[in-house]
């Protein structure tokens, strides 16, 4: 996609990620941004930004946990986590995350794999940080890997386009069509 944030590309009147906070916004109660980088990128948003606290890229756990961390500090005991390029996620994925249980990652029906589980879309109880943190320094960077063990449960969802993603121009192309309809 020719580098940057994915989440700034254009889509409708705006960018990608204000598709996701729309979706997003009255789910929950509070939102923080997860980014690297220099955080005056988002303040069009007018949202805290928070970096992650593990040095070297360490993926989305990293993420996760600097989520988690600000949760902490602001009184809140669970974080949701979703992706920003992901725009047409579920307008239930936090009530159906958290019915299905504390540690809870969205799934999808798959064809070929049965079931495809989507771990940036998860719910994460904060008492499970200094554990996260813990992993992340001896380095796990998957997050089944992590989450399985604990017991993370799966919140499916039926529609198995429900997690489309971009990742290349032409889904950037198919996410401007869905907008337009």
């Known amino acids: 996609m020719g580098g940057g944030d994915k989440c700034l590309l254009p889509l409708g009147d705006g960018v990608l990620l204000d598709q996701v906070l729309a979706r997003l916004a009255p789910q929950v109660d509070r939102i923080v941004i997860n980014a690297n980088g220099d955080p005056a990128r988002f303040a069009r948003f007018g949202l805290p930004v928070v970096a992650d606290s593990v040095a070297g890229f360490a993926g989305p756990l990293a993420g996760v946990l600097a989520g988690m961390d600000w949760a902490v500090a602001h009184g809140a005991d669970a974080v949701v986590s979703v992706a920003g390029d992901t725009p047409f996620f579920p307008t239930d994925l936090v009530a159906r995350l958290q019915a ?35 992993a992340l320094v001896t380095g796990t960077r998957k997050v089944v890997a992590w989450a399985d063990p604990l017991g993370c449960q799966t919140a499916m969802f039926d529609d198995e386009d429900a997690f489309f993603n971009v990742n290349t121009p032409q889904d950037l192309a198919v996410a401007q069509a869905h907008i337009a309809s």
């Open 100 to 134: 299905a249980g504390p540690l809870a990652l969205a799934a999808t029906p798959d064809p070929k794999r049965g079931t495809a589980r989507h771990p940036t879309f998860g719910l994460w109880p904060v008492t499970l940080r200094e554990d996260l943190r813990g």
